[in-house]
Every structure is written in C-alpha cells, then in structure tokens.
T-cell receptor, first 116, second 113 residues
Framework: GAVVSQHPSRVICKSGTSVKIECRSL??????MFWYRQFPKKSLMLMAT?????????EQGVEKDKFLINHASLTLSTLTVTSAHPEDSSFYIC????????????FGPGTRLTVT | KQEVTQIPAALSVPEGENLVLNCSFT??????LQWFRQDPGKGLTSLLL?????REQTSGRLNASLDKSSGRSTLYIAASQPGDSATYLC????????????FGSGTRLQVQP
C-alpha cells in the first residue's frame, strides 16, 4: 500500500528557532500534499495545500511567512516553522494525493512539535 | 463552509457492547466520507471509506453508513473490545474543488474490560 513518511516524528526546539518537518511519499508521486495541525484533544485543521512547483495555498488565519511550505519535488513537501513560539506546539500531519490516483489520500504518521 | 460534528464527544462502555458513533455534516455535496481511528499521540488509521454514491461499507466488526441527503453517517462497532479504545474521527471530502478533508472533532471511546 501507499506509504507517507514524516521526519522527524518528534522534535523539541527552543522559542525563537526554526524547525523543518519533511513529508515524503515513499512509493508514489504526489502533485498535491496537505498540511494539517492538531492541538491536544482537538481535531485536525487544514493549514495549507502544498502544490508541486507552485506556491502553497494557505487557509485563513495561517501565516504564510511563519509556516513556510516548499514542495520542490513530486515526493517531498517540507513545512518550516519559523521563529517558533510555545503556542506553535502541536501535532503536525501531512497527507498526499497520488498523481495517478486522485481519488485517494494517504496520511503521514505525524510530527509532534514541542517549543520550550 | 463545511462543518462536521461528532456525537458523543466521549463514550465509555463495557466490553462486548455494540455501539454507534454519529457524524453529521452541513454540506451534502461531498465526494466521500471516511472514518479514522487515532490512538493517543499517534497518526491516523483509515477504517472505512464510503463514496457519495454508496450507502454503507463493512469491515470486520465495523459498519459505516452514509445518508448524504440528510448529512449523516454512523459508525457501528459490534462486540466492542478494550483494543477498540481510541479516538474515532470522521472526515468528508468535498464534491468539487480542493480535495482536503474536513474533520469532525472526534469521539473518544473507552471500552472497559
């Protein structure tokens, strides 16, 4: 089956620093990937749509200059949290849509970010 | 804007009981509806996916139904087991336009041995 990986699975960083999270589709190409955020005991909220070769589309209320998304290849999207603050601590999950199976969507295992 | 609601928010049942989790959505123009399981601190496990043209899907002890016109779905779990304890999320994919999912807030299930 299709596999999406995320790296790292857990990261702790200090306030003010930047951290990069990778989302990879391991056995398929994905023109479109999504980044979601989940706060404790809350549901997943879409942050942005990552499109290969073009700029990401951000949801209302998500700062594009703070959450930098790069989708430079058909198998990799990265989310960089810049100048992280404790309120950015959350569970970040990506999903990917296979280019040749646009009706499917596969989720990564998530990345737990803690900002101290 | 699509809104997805799940009731109840939390549920505790003794082992062996049959149970029903509810999901409702405000915009019936969906492409499909999916039920996920999430264990604490973990990612999502897809349980069942129902296309908009389908009425139900079954997998083992799980049965999910969809009434698109009324904006409702139910997840039926038969003969519950302690290993079923988790948070269950339902999510809908819009019928047109972007393909991101809109998630409900989940039902936290605890099955007591």
């Amino acid at each position: 089956g299709a596999v999406v990986s995320q790296h790292p699975s857990r990261v702790i960083c200090k306030s003010g620093t930047s951290v990069k999270i990778e989302c990879r589709s391991l056995d398929f190409q994905a023109t479109t990937m999504f980044w979601y955020r989940q706060f404790p005991k809350k549901s997943l909220m879409l942050m942005a749509t990552s499109n290969e070769g073009s700029k990401a589309t951000y949801e209302q209320g998500v700062e594009k200059d703070k959450f930098l998304i790069n989708h430079a290849s058909l198998t990799l999207s990265t989310l960089t949290v810049t100048s992280a603050h404790p309120e950015d601590s959350s569970f970040y999950i990506c999903s990917a849509i296979p280019t040749d199976l646009p009706y499917e969507q596969y989720f990564g295992p998530g990345t737990r970010l803690t900002v101290t | 804007k699509q809104e997805v609601t799940q009731i109840p928010a939390a549920l505790s049942v003794p082992e062996g009981e049959n149970l029903v989790l509810n999901c409702s959505f405000t915009d019936s123009a969906i492409y499909n509806l999916q039920w996920f399981r999430q264990d604490p601190g973990k990612g999502l496990t897809s349980l069942l996916l129902i296309q908009s043209s389908q009425r139900e899907q079954t997998s083992g002890r799980l049965n999910a139904s969809l009434d698109k016109s009324s904006g409702r779905s139910t997840l039926y779990i038969a003969a519950s087991q302690p290993g079923d304890s988790a948070t269950y999320l339902c999510a809908v994919r819009p019928g047109t336009g972007r393909r991101a999912l809109t998630f409900g807030s989940g039902t936290r299930l605890q099955v007591q041995p």
